[in-house]
T-cell receptor, first 111, second 112 residues
Framework: ETGVTQSPTHLIKTRGQQVTLRCSSQ?????VSWYQQALGQGPQFIFQ???????GRGNFPPRFSGLQFPNYSSELNVNALELDDSALYLC??????????FGPGTRLTVL | QKEVEQNSGPLSVPEGAIASLNCTYS??????FFWYRQYSGKSPELIMF????GDKEDGRFTAQLNKASQYVSLLIRDSQPSDSATYLC????????????FGSGTRLQVQP
């Protein structure tokens, strides 16, 4: 049990729509990262937030955006959904540089 | 060339044997190295991390790092059927930013 929760578990959207995924991490975990995992691939880093500021971003377009809140929750927003956005989206919170604990993920299907 | 390369497998070993999982990385600036286990339909769970050249042991698991060869491995002793999963190798260039770069994983099958 990592103490990281995500919602919803599964989501189905159509191309062009917008989606918001949510993550809640443990108190004191100031850093949260989001990853996208396509089927059969390893997770790919989307971006990271530290104390409510984005401080690192992977090779993802601006239509992927995020927020982190003072209560250790965060959001991933994706606009103008494309078929290739279908994936497992993982949130990871970090108490230290040594460790990132993943939540259970949100399975997004774009039709 | 992928930044982190792993053999996709499956790697099949009998119960009780040693499973050896390998990973190579391309960025010589990588600072920290991680092994995650992922069961089908689940999220990755951290097994262990290693920073320095050499071996690091934790229970049945041993991580080995050779920075000169840009090589990381994970040994699982006394493999159990419950160890059957995909094992993901990940590296981090900047520990201040926890942006892990993952390989595609190696699927391990432990045969009873």
């Amino acid at each position: 049990e990592t103490g990281v929760t995500q919602s919803p578990t599964h989501l189905i959207k159509t191309r062009g729509q917008q989606v918001t995924l949510r993550c809640s991490s443990q108190s004191g975990h100031n850093t949260v990262s989001w990853y996208q995992q396509a089927l059969g691939q390893g997770p790919q880093f989307i971006f990271q937030y530290y104390r409510e500021e984005e401080n690192g971003r992977g090779n993802f377009p601006p239509r992927f955006s995020g927020l982190q809140f003072p209560n250790y929750s965060s959001e991933l927003n994706v606009n103008a959904l494309e078929l290739d956005d279908s994936a497992l989206y993982l949130c990871a919170s970090s108490p230290s540089a040594d460790t990132q604990y993943f939540g259970p993920g949100t399975r997004l299907t774009v039709l | 060339q992928k930044e982190v390369e792993q053999n996709s497998g499956p790697l099949s070993v009998p119960e009780g044997a040693i499973a050896s999982l390998n990973c190579t990385y391309s960025d010589r600036g990588s600072q920290s190295f991680f092994w995650y286990r992922q069961y089908s339909g689940k999220s990755p769970e951290l097994i262990m991390f290693i920073y320095s050249n050499g071996d690091k042991e934790d229970g049945r698991f041993t991580a080995q790092l050779n920075k000169a060869s840009q090589y990381v491995s994970l040994l699982i002793r006394d493999s159990q059927p419950s160890d059957s999963a995909t094992y993901l190798c990940a590296v981090n260039r900047d520990t201040g930013r926890r942006a892990l770069t993952f390989g595609s994983g190696t699927r391990l099958q432990v045969q009873p």
